[in-house]
């Protein structure tokens, strides 16, 4: 291992390291806090809050989760697919016609992870399907 410290390239001795895959991730929903999956969430909160994913537990780096895509389903309600990271258009339109103690199930969870500040080097992440309750 190698990097510069104040302005000078410093080396260690080698070393063995064990590199590890990040684990899938866990979804939520961050609005005003963090909604975790299993809990109750707010129409508001639902409408404006981001889908996302808890840094994996043990990592003690900078580790970054962006969701790209994912698919709601709306209890009782055809599934919808989804560009990006909020609920919109017809998905949007269910959330609100739901009553509350309605489950949504978000499936298909597609995300980019990143360490540190470098997106540029991000990679496929996945998300586990997870459930929110409507309040």
Known sequence: VSGTVNGQLESSEPKLFRVLRAPDGTGAIVSNSTIEAGST????????????????????????????????????QQTVPQGGKFITGLAEDYVRAASSGTILSFTEVKAIAWEGNNKDESFDYEILPFTIIKQ
């Open 41 to 76: 969430a707010s129409q508001f909160d639902l409408l404006n809050g981001e889908i996302s994913g808890f840094r994996p537990d043990g990592f003690a780096y900078d580790f970054n989760i962006e969701v790209v895509s994912f698919n709601i389903t709306v209890s009782g």
